[in-house]
């Protein structure tokens, strides 16, 4: 959703942006006043992001308001308010603009890749910005020390980050899908079984009646197991809700001089906190984001099976039909006991060659695509004579046609080291989609060809129907067929295989288109030849 023009919907929205940061921004200082444990995450940074990732970066006015009113209300000049306003809108406008850029906006949290470039461009980079021009206002003002310019811009620094690593997420989760899960008994059960854990968690983390409480023992990775729980089985939704809970705990724990954090020194505790959390947001973001990954993996693979048998079928049942209708013919010619008519017996039979072909190049590609896919599919290459290999694959398509007369073109010997079965299989694949897609007959032309340092090259051209320019991108991909009708038959699996066997010898098949129409299909190896 992004704000267009200026009307009345913006400044509502700039509107709502500036009170809420504003409100935010007075909460989180009010507490900072108490403890600085309370700036560990820093609300208006994720609240910020956030807007601007949803409404786009048009509404920044609105975070510059309430940070200009937030500071100039609770204490400093207007001159330091002015200028830590302007540090925290930089900071949230870098910030949208490098996760939108770079680690897909509001779909951050949907990949791995995302979610660690978002911890990093969000949470470490964008708040150097904030940090700077507001320590250096403070100090230019005289609200702050020159000497202490490191500790305080380093816990401003790490409270930005926080907000940026826990609230962001929270926000944009659950902005992008508010709708309820669909809930059913097991999910509602699981869902209560890790309530009550989460739970107990934080008693025996936080709040300070476990009997570990008070001992020094870092309590603090008892939270791992319960976030982690979060991440697999609830999504990003359980798990920012679980990571700002979380927080809030040990925020609030921290205040109350409770939990393992506030028996520590407070500058010292202050960054243990923010380091506990960050790494915990990371960990559980990154987890939730690699289940998303394996599940959409998961389906993709089930999708694609079906595909793969509802393609198949429909295409097998074709070859599979003609086969018994012209076994039928024949069984009924010979019921009738009469003498059978050599005109039906020629076409039954060359109808039962013909399909009995397709069929079996119909399997063939069938099973290399499941080796392909699982990764069986291995060459047993020697030194062969691509000539005789070339000249057969040629008359054999020959015999299938009277439509088309196919031209060779070789040198008189040419050796080269390949799979010979499989090389066979791509001439194939490539002299019968020349003669599929020219309906009208003509001339192929093959070629083949060598230098003495470079590649082996055979080429097929026809002169048919070629390919659609908006098609001529996806020939090679598994399942397509560019053409419609008529000419389209057989599984799309041919180009897609014949591919994959020329890049397992280590070459390269192309396709170009000449001018006067037709396609030309390139296959280059880079075989030894002897």
Not at 15 to 20: H, P, Q, S
Not at 155 to 167: E, F, N, R, S
Not at 312 to 317: F, G, I
Request: contains cysteine.
């Amino acid at each position: 959703m992004r704000v267009k023009g200026r009307g009345l919907d913006r400044v509502l929205i700039i509107a709502g942006l500036a009170a809420t940061y504003f409100v935010a921004g007075k909460l989180g200082l009010s507490l900072a006043f108490v403890h600085a444990s309370a700036t560990a995450v820093w609300p208006p940074t994720g609240i910020a992001l956030a807007a601007l990732l949803f409404f786009g970066p048009r509404v920044w006015p609105g975070v510059l308001i309430g940070a200009f009113l937030v500071n100039l209300t609770t204490a400093g000049s207007a001159v330091s308010s002015a200028g830590i306003a302007i540090g925290n809108t930089l900071e949230a406008v870098l910030a949208a603009y490098l996760v939108e850029r770079y680690a897909n906006g509001l779909h951050a949290f949907d990949r791995l890749g995302d979610v660690l470039r978002f911890s990093i461009l969000a949470a470490l980079v964008s708040p150097l910005v904030s940090a700077t021009f507001g320590v250096t206002s403070l100090c230019l003002t005289g609200y702050a020390q020159w000497a202490d310019f490191g500790p305080v811009w380093l816990t401003w620094w790490l409270g930005d980050a926080g907000g940026a690593l826990i609230v962001a997420p929270l926000l944009i989760v659950w902005g992008n899908d508010p709708r309820p899960h669909g809930w059913d008994r097991g999910y509602a059960l699981e869902l209560g079984a890790f309530a009550a854990a989460f739970a107990l968690t934080v008693l025996v983390v936080f709040s300070g009646v476990s009997p570990l409480a008070g001992k020094g023992y870092p309590t603090t990775f008892f939270a791992f197991p319960a976030l982690v729980w979060a991440a697999f089985r609830f999504g990003p939704r359980v798990a920012t809700s679980a990571l700002a809970l979380l927080s809030t705990a040990a925020i609030w724990s921290t205040l109350h001089g409770l939990g393992p954090f506030a028996s520590i020194p407070p500058d010292e505790g202050l960054l243990l906190l923010q380091a506990f959390m960050g790494v915990a947001a990371m960990m559980t973001l990154a987890l939730a984001a690699a289940e998303i990954e394996l599940r959409r993996a998961e389906a993709r693979k089930i999708a694609e099976r079906d595909e793969f048998i509802a393609v198949a079928a429909h295409e097998l049942k074709t070859p599979i039909t003609s086969l018994r209708l012209a076994v039928q013919l024949l069984r009924r010619e010979a019921e009738r006991g009469a003498a059978l008519d050599r005109t039906k017996l020629r076409d039954s039979l060359r109808t039962i060659e013909s399909q009995s072909q397709r069929l079996g190049r119909l399997v063939t590609e069938l099973l290399e695509t499941v080796r392909l896919r699982a990764g069986r599919m291995e060459l047993d290459t020697r030194q062969t004579d691509v000539v005789e290999l070339v000249g057969k694959a040629v008359r054999d398509a020959q015999a299938t046609t009277s439509r088309h007369k196919i031209i060779l073109a070789s040198p008189a010997r040419l050796r080269a080291r390949l799979d010979a079965l499989r090389f066979v299989q791509v001439v194939s694949n490539l002299l019968d989609n020349a003669i599929k897609f020219s309906p009208g007959g003509g001339q192929i032309e093959v070629e083949l060809s060598s230098s003495k340092h470079g590649p082996a090259r055979f080429a097929v051209r026809d002169h048919g129907v070629g390919v659609p320019p908006d098609d001529r991108p996806h020939i090679f991909e598994r399942f397509y067929q560019a053409q419609s009708g008529d000419q389209r038959a057989g599984l799309g699996l041919g180009l897609y295989v014949s591919r994959q066997i020329v890049e397992l010898h280590g070459g390269h098949i192309e396709a170009e288109f000449p001018d006067d129409g037709g396609t030309r299909m390139v296959v280059s190896l880079p075989a030894e030849r002897s």
